[in-house]
C-alpha cells in the first residue's frame, strides 16, 4: 500500500535551518509530482512547494520563495523540503502529499521556530 513517512522536524530558531524528509513507498515514485503542505494552528492547510517528476519543475508559495528548497531524489524514492532562515510564522506541522488520484497523505511532522 502507498505510504508517506515524513521526518525531519523539530525545534528551531528563527534564522535557523531544518531538512524536512520524505520517504515513500507503494507507488512509482518517479511517475509522480510530489508536494509539501503545512498546517498551522486554527489555519487551514496550504501548499508550500511541488515538485514535477524529474525535478526540473519546481512552484513555491510567496511567503516561503527564496528561503525553502524542494528536491526530490528518485532512486531513493524520496523528496525533501530544505528550510533555511526559518521564521515563526513557518511553525506548523508539515505534511507530504503525492500528486495524481487517489490522494494520498504523509502523516506530519512539527516544526516550531521559536526563540
Known amino acids: 500500500q502507498v505510504q508517506l513517512v515524513e521526518s525531519g522536524g523539530g525545534l528551531v530558531q528563527p534564522g535557523g535551518s531544518l531538512r524536512l524528509s520524505c520517504a515513500a513507498s507503494?507507488?512509482?515514485?518517479?511517475?509522480?509530482?510530489m508536494s509539501w503542505y503545512r498546517q498551522a494552528p486554527g489555519k487551514e492547510r496550504e501548499l508550500v512547494a511541488r515538485?514535477?517528476?524529474?525535478?526540473?519543475?519546481?512552484n513555491y508559495a510567496d511567503s516561503v520563495k527564496g528561503r525553502f528548497t524542494i528536491s526530490r531524489d528518485n532512486a531513493k524514492d524520496t523528496v525533501y523540503l530544505q528550510m533555511n532562515s526559518l521564521k515563526p510564522e513557518d511553525t506548523a506541522v508539515y505534511y507530504c502529499?503525492?500528486?495524481?488520484?487517489?490522494?494520498?497523505w504523509g502523516q506530519g511532522t512539527q516544526v516550531t521556530v521559536s526563540s
Open positions: 515538485i514535477l517528476t524529474t525535478g526540473g519543475i519546481t
Open positions: 502529499k503525492r500528486g495524481g488520484f487517489p490522494i494520498y
Open positions: 507503494g507507488f512509482t515514485f518517479s511517475s509522480y509530482a
